[in-house]
């Protein structure tokens, strides 16, 4: 064996070695890339979904809507269930009364909220309440009494 055919035998030897763990490299870099990436989407995806559960369990109930003629108020009492409960806007009779940017009510918690009235009240009229709550998913309707 000439050594010309034996440095052409170490030649192919060595280019087939570089060429595997170039494959080897970029196998291995793609990955762990799509690794990352899928783990990052799992992670952004569960974190939705427990916002999302959080914002189902929210519970409001209206125990009591009064409102008061001369000082043109509606007194809202709500209770909270399990979860705190984040109200966005109150609505009286179909107009919008007020819109909240962060009212936060504590979980099993009875609130009273005074809301001034963009209507006239007149006493023996109903007043229909319409609370908005959970970023604006859910709301809940009650009626009263003007006194």
Do not use: C, H, W
């Not at 959080?54 to 009591?64: A, G």
């Not at 984040?86 to 819109?99: D, G, M, W």
């Not at 962060?102 to 023996?124: R, T």
Request: charged content about 15%; cysteine-free; proline content about 3%.
């Amino acid at each position: 064996m000439s050594v010309i055919n034996l440095r052409r035998a170490i030649s192919e030897i060595v280019a087939s070695m570089l060429l595997l763990l170039i494959v080897v490299a970029i196998g291995t870099t793609l990955y762990l890339y799509l690794y990352s990436k899928a783990m990052g989407y799992q992670q952004t995806l569960a974190q939705e979904l427990l916002e999302e559960e959080i914002l189902s369990k929210q519970q409001l109930s209206v125990l009591l809507v009064v409102g008061y003629s001369d000082t043109r108020q509606v007194r809202v009492v709500v209770a909270t269930g399990p979860v705190p409960v984040e109200v966005n806007a109150v609505y009286i009779n179909n107009t919008l009364a007020t819109q909240y940017s962060s009212l936060k009510l504590d979980s099993y918690a009875v609130e009273e909220l005074q809301i001034p009235s963009p209507i006239s009240l007149e006493s023996g009229d109903i007043i229909y309440v319409r609370i908005i709550y959970g970023r604006g998913f859910f709301y809940i309707d009650s009626s009263g009494k003007v006194t």
